[in-house]
C-alpha cells in the first residue's frame, strides 16, 4: 500500500508540475526569484538513481541562507533579554538547558523545512487547506499575535539600541519610527535577489557575533564553571523562571511557518526523490550550522552576565532597557567602550529579527488567506500590524519605568501561548502521507516530537500560570480569563485528536444522531 501510494503521489507529482508549476511558485517565491542548485549540465540531465548524489561543498553553499535567516528568531531582544536575565540570577548553571533548548529548536526546524522541501509548499498554505474553515482562521489569528508580540519586543530592543548609540539624543518612539523603515531595506534588497538579502542578514549575523564574542573577551568568564555549565544539568527553585524563559524563548511561532516558506526559495525537482533527499541533507547541514553560531552568541550574552552580576544586588533588576547601563559602570573601563558594544549588538539583532517578521509576516497571511497581493502591499500592511501598538508604548512607557518588565512579560506569555497552534499543525501534516507521500516523518521521530511538542506546551503552560496568578485580579477579569482558557484548551486538543480514531468515531456518531 504505501509503495503503490508513493508511486502514484510520484505520478500526480510528474503529470502536474507544469500545470501547479505557476500556482505553487505564487504562493511563496516566483520562478526567476529561486536559486538555482545545480552546478553543471550533468545536475540537470541526472536521473533519479538510487544512490544520492556526492557531497558538494559547492551545493551546500548554494543552499545555505534559509537557515540563517531561520537563525535570527533565535537571536532578537526577547531571546537576549531572557539570556541576560538567566546570567545575572542563575549564573553559569542554565547552560546547558540553553544548548538542550536549541536542540530541541533544531529540531522543530528540520521538520519545518522537511514539509517545505517535501510538499513545495508551506506550513500557511497547508494549514488552510487541512483545516476547516473556521479553524484555519483561528490558526492565523494565532499566528499573527504570535508575530505582532515578537515584534513589538524586536522593535523596541531596536529603539533602546539607537537610544544608546545616540547618547540618548533620539527617544524611544523616535527609534520607533527609524525601525519602521527597515520594511523599506527589505523591500530594497528583496528587489535584487534572494541571495542579496541573505548577505545581508549574514552580516548583521556577524555583527552580533563579533560584538557579543568582544563583550564575553572583556568579561573575562571562568571557563571551568563555563564547561561544568553546558555539561552539567543543574536546577534549582529559585531558578525555575529563569529555566522557563530559556526554554520558551526559543520556539517562536511565527519562525515555524517561516522556515517552512525559506526552503522554497532554491529550485528543487520534487518529483525525484533523490533530488528532495539531497535538498533535505543539505538544509539539516545549514540549519545546524545557523544554529550553532546563534548559540554561541547566546552563550557568550549569558556568560558576561553570569560574570559580572551573578549574586551582585542589582541582578534581579537588570533587563534589556538598562542592561548596557550596567555593563558600562562594570566594564566601562576596559578596551572596548563596551556601551556601545551592547548598543550595536542589539541593534543588529532588533533589525535583523524585524526584517525577519516582516517576510514572516507575508507568508503567514498570504497563506492563510490566499491573498494575491503584492509583495510591497503585504509588506506594510504587516508591519503596520506592530508599529502602530509599538509606537503606543513607547509614548506611554519609558525604558526606566518597571511597568516595561511587566509588558515584556506579558508579551512573552502572548508568543506562549501561540506556539501550540504552530507546532501540533506541523507534526500532524509531517506525519501524515497523504501530505508528505515517502517523505513522512518515521514513527520514531513522531514519538520524539510530540514528546517534544507535549514538553514545550506544559513549560509554556507553566508560564501562563504564573503570569495570571500574579496579574490577574478581581472576579470579573478572573472568570473572562477562566473562559479564555477553556476555550484555548478545547482548541488544542481538537488539533490533536483531529486525526485521530476517536475523533472519526465522535463526528460519525453525532452526524447519525443528528
Known amino acids: 500500500m504505501a509503495s503503490s501510494s508513493n508511486e502514484a503521489r510520484e505520478k500526480l507529482l510528474s503529470s502536474t508540475s507544469t500545470d501547479l508549476e505557476q500556482y505553487e511558485e505564487e504562493r511563496a517565491y516566483d520562478s526567476e526569484e529561486k536559486v538555482v542548485i545545480s552546478v553543471s549540465d550533468d545536475d540537470d540531465e541526472e536521473e533519479d538513481y538510487a544512490s544520492p548524489p556526492p557531497f558538494s561543498w559547492r551545493k551546500l553553499w548554494r543552499f545555505t541562507g534559509p537557515g540563517f535567516l531561520m537563525c535570527i528568531a533565535f537571536l532578537d531582544p526577547g531571546n537576549l533579554e531572557g539570556d541576560l536575565q538567566a546570567g545575572a540570577i542563575a549564573g553559569y548553571s542554565l547552560l546547558w538547558l540553553l544548548t538542550w533548548s536549541t536542540v530541541i529548536g533544531l529540531l522543530v526546524q528540520l521538520l519545518s523545512a522537511r514539509l517545505g522541501v517535501a510538499t513545495g509548499r508551506h506550513l500557511a498554505e497547508l494549514c488552510r487547506e487541512e483545516y476547516p474553515r473556521w479553524a484555519s482562521i483561528a490558526l492565523w489569528l494565532m499566528a499573527e499575535l504570535a508575530l505582532i508580540g515578537a515584534d513589538i519586543q524586536e522593535v523596541i530592543g531596536s529603539a533602546i539600541a539607537i537610544k544608546i548609540l545616540s547618547g540618548g539624543t533620539i527617544p524611544l518612539w523616535g527609534g520607533v519610527l527609524i525601525t519602521a523603515l527597515d520594511c523599506f531595506i527589505f523591500l530594497f534588497l528583496e528587489n535584487y535577489g534572494v541571495r542579496k538579502l541573505e548577505a545581508f542578514f549574514g552580516v548583521l549575523i556577524a555583527t552580533m557575533a563579533i560584538s557579543f564574542a568582544i563583550m564575553f573577551g572583556e568579561a573575562k568568564p571562568d571557563g571551568k ?191 506562549s501561548v501561540q506556539i501550540p497552534f504552530a507546532l501540533i499543525p506541523l507534526i500532524t501534516l509531517v506525519s501524515k502521507e497523504q501530505v508528505m507521500g515517502c517523505f513522512k516523518i518515521g514513527s520514531l521521530t513522531q514519538v520524539v516530537s510530540w514528546v517534544v511538542a507535549a514538553f514545550l506546551i506544559l513549560i509554556n503552560g507553566y508560564l501562563l500560570f504564573s503570569f495570571f496568578s500574579e496579574e490577574v485580579r478581581g472576579a470579573l477579569l478572573s472568570s473572562t480569563v477562566s473562559i479564555g482558557l477553556i476555550i484555548y484548551v478545547v482548541f488544542v486538543l481538537y488539533l490533536i485528536l483531529r486525526n485521530t480514531a476517536l475523533y472519526s468515531k465522535l463526528t460519525s456518531r453525532f452526524s447519525k444522531n443528528s
Not at 529563569?242 to 522556515?259: D, E, R, T, W
Not at 525525484?272 to 545549514?286: G, L, P
Not at 551582585?312 to 556601551?339: C, D, M, V, W
Request: aromatic share 10%.
Open 225 to 415: 564553571e563555563l564547561l561544568i555549565g553546558i555539561l552539567v544539568p543543574k536546577l534549582s527553585s529559585n531558578t525555575i523562571r529563569q529555566a522557563v524563559g530559556v526554554v520558551g524563548c526559543i520556539i517562536m511561532p511565527h519562525n515555524v511557518f517561516l522556515h517552512s516558506a525559506l526552503v522554497q526559495s532554491r529550485k528543487i525537482n520534487t518529483a525525484k526523490k533523490n533530488r528532495v533527499h539531497e535538498a533535505m541533507k543539505y538544509y539539516s547541514i545549514e540549519s545546524t550550522l545557523a544554529l550553532a553560531i546563534s548559540l554561541f552568541i547566546n552563550i557568550c550574552v549569558t556568560t558576561v552576565f553570569a560574570k559580572g552580576f551573578y549574586g551582585s544586588q542589582e541582578a534581579g533588576t537588570i533587563g534589556l532597557e538598562n542592561a548596557g547601563q550596567f555593563l558600562q559602570e562594570k566594564y566601562g573601563r576596559k578596551l572596548f567602550p563596551i556601551l556601545y558594544i551592547w548598543g550595536i549588538g542589539l541593534l543588529a539583532s532588533g533589525q535583523s529579527s524585524t526584517i525577519t517578521g516582516t517576510y514572516a509576516g507575508q507568508f503567514i497571511m498570504g497563506g492563510f488567506l490566499n491573498l494575491k497581493l503584492k509583495k510591497w502591499v503585504r509588506s506594510m500592511i504587516t508591519r503596520s500590524f506592530a508599529i502602530v501598538p509599538t509606537i503606543i508604548v513607547a509614548l506611554f512607557f519609558d525604558t526606566e519605568d518597571p511597568t516595561m518588565d511587566v509588558l515584556n512579560e506579558s508579551l512573552n506569555v502572548l508568543q
